[in-house]
């Protein structure tokens, strides 16, 4: 269990919990003095959870014994958590065994076929180490020849620190979104995989350039961003205004990302004349392919 991770998860989603979000009996009962901060209080979230005030509080102490199933359920329910982010409480509790490198199933026939089958449409597959594992023609003349990169190179990271202002940044309603939907998915997938070393090389990489990352990471918002809004500007194409959809696959670390257009907009339009004649797809079957923002 890692217990200093787990206390600093629970005071985060304490704290962003808004009293009016749970029973006023909870929150104001008689004598209660006035709050002075923002959030439950800790006797509020074990009250809610139905567990003893001082267990809840040596749990963000970093002081308790491994919590059960039960609690740990109650003590989502209590801070009203998502799916994702229970399944993160539970890593984070000792309750889910962590994952290992051969864990790692190859990339299915079914990912492949789907990849080739998009076409025109820009797509690529991306593992939990955020490394590029396969990508379709159209992705590489709209990003980059992923080919010609070494598979340390074609890691969404490293392409994001290596392309800064160069290919693409956040539209003016959506800064700093990719950094916090990297931060959750690092954060994911370090929890599932504690041992990895690469997934802490990355964090500090990533960290070293992007604030945004860091409150990120820092808030444990492990909550799925599944839509970017991106501003490319294309050798060819020219400026080009994007949606990047991140679809996770069933049963898998990987993750399905598109770029699409507006409907007869100027972007679509744009879109539709990407050559994808001389770009060269790759469908691997491996696992493994081995950030202003690159994609």
């Known amino acids: 269990m890692s217990r200093s991770e787990l206390a600093d998860f629970l005071r985060r989603r304490r704290e962003a919990l808004r009293p009016d979000q749970v029973p006023v009996t909870v929150t104001h009962p008689p004598g209660r003095r006035a709050r002075r901060t923002p959030g439950l209080r800790r006797e509020e979230v074990a009250a809610l959870a139905g567990v003893s005030i001082s267990y809840y509080e ?155 990352f860091v409150a990120g990471w820092r808030s444990h918002d492990v909550r799925p961003i599944p839509t970017l809004r991106k501003h490319l500007r294309h050798p060819t194409l020219g400026e080009l205004d994007l949606e990047c959809q991140t679809l996770l696959l069933p049963d898998t670390d990987v993750r399905l990302v598109i770029y699409t257009a507006e409907p007869d907009s100027p972007s679509a339009a744009a879109l539709a004349r990407l050559d994808i004649r001389d770009a060269r797809p790759h469908l691997t079957g491996g696992g493994r392919g081995q950030a202003e923002e690159p994609m």
Not at 143 to 158: C, H, K, P, Y
Not at 193 to 209: G, N, S, T
């Open 58 to 212: 040596r749990l963000e102490q970093a002081r308790a014994p491994r919590p059960s199933p039960q609690v740990l359920a109650a003590i989502g329910t209590a801070l009203r958590l998502t799916a994702a982010e229970r399944e993160y409480l539970a890593r984070l509790a000792g309750q889910v065994p962590p994952g290992t490198g051969t864990d790692r199933a190859p990339v299915s026939a079914d990912a492949r076929r789907l990849l080739d089958r998009l076409g025109p449409i820009p797509a690529y597959l991306v593992d939990e180490r955020q490394d590029i594992v396969a990508w379709n023609g159209a992705a590489a003349a709209l990003i980059t020849d992923f080919g010609v990169l070494s598979a340390e190179e074609r890691n969404i990271v490293r392409l994001s620190i290596r392309l800064n202002g160069v290919l693409c940044t956040a539209t003016a309603d959506a800064e700093g979104e990719f950094a916090r939907q990297t931060a959750a998915q690092l954060r994911t997938a370090g929890a599932r995989y504690p041992a990895e070393r690469v997934l802490a090389e990355l964090v500090d990489e990533f960290a070293a350039h992007s604030a945004d």
